[in-house]
């Protein structure tokens, strides 16, 4: 069949946050893990989109303090990025904004009009903040010159991640 134009896509936020766990979920059932465990430094996972127009090549980076530093070495080749949040993580919430003010002030990242979408994880979680309130404390309406959405998620049912998937697709093509 016709080759599937690749993209390269970064999947950043705290660690716990579900990265992992939303990127296993995106993959066919049959190449799924059982067992999500912290990722260490990183892993490249590949998969089709489901409305099969597009190859992804995940950067699924590790969201620990210690290898946050490793983040940056693939900015340059990132064509678009899913930051992921722990909706539930009300304390770390303002880590989360100093990571994201990091990567928007980066040479790499700062003058392109790289998507992003944001997913607001764990929101089966009663203490789950709502992706409005997510987004408020990330300030994310002060992102001009970056297309960006948010959707709330579930990573451990798969809720609400086709919608950003989608979302993402026609910010490529
Ligand atoms: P690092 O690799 O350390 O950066 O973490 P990560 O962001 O990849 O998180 P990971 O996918 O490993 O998930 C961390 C924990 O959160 C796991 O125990 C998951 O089962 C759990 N988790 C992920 N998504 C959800 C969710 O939507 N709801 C709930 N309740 N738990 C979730
Ligand atoms: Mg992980």
Redesign the pocket.
């Known amino acids: 069949g016709l080759k599937k134009k690749e993209v390269n896509v970064l999947c950043l936020?705290?660690?716990?946050?579900?990265?992992?766990?939303?990127i296993?979920q995106l993959k066919p059932s049959n190449a799924q893990a059982q067992d999500?465990?912290?990722?260490i430094g990183f892993s490249i996972e590949k998969f089709k989109t489901s409305r099969d127009s597009l190859s992804f090549t995940v950067f699924?980076?590790?969201?620990?303090g210690r290898?946050r530093n490793l983040w940056e070495h693939y900015y340059k080749e990132g064509q678009a990025i899913i930051f992921?949040i722990?909706s539930?993580d009300k304390l770390r919430m303002v880590v989360a904004k100093e990571e994201l003010d990091t990567l928007f002030s980066h040479p790499d990242i700062k003058h392109r009009r790289i998507p992003i979408l944001f997913f607001a994880?764990?929101?089966?979680?009663k203490e789950a903040l709502s992706s409005v309130k997510v987004s408020q404390l990330l300030c994310l309406e002060n992102i001009k010159d970056k297309p960006w959405h948010i959707c709330a998620?579930?990573?451990?049912?798969g809720e609400g991640l086709q919608e950003g998937v989608d979302w993402l697709q026609d910010q490529i093509r």
Not at 36 to 39: F, H, M, N, S, Y
Not at 121 to 125: A, E, G, R, V, Y
Request: charged share 20%.
């Open positions: 936020g705290l660690d716990n946050s579900g990265k992992t766990t939303i296993n999500i465990v912290p990722t699924d980076m590790s969201g620990q290898y992921v722990d539930s994880n764990k929101m089966d979680l998620s579930n990573a451990i049912k």
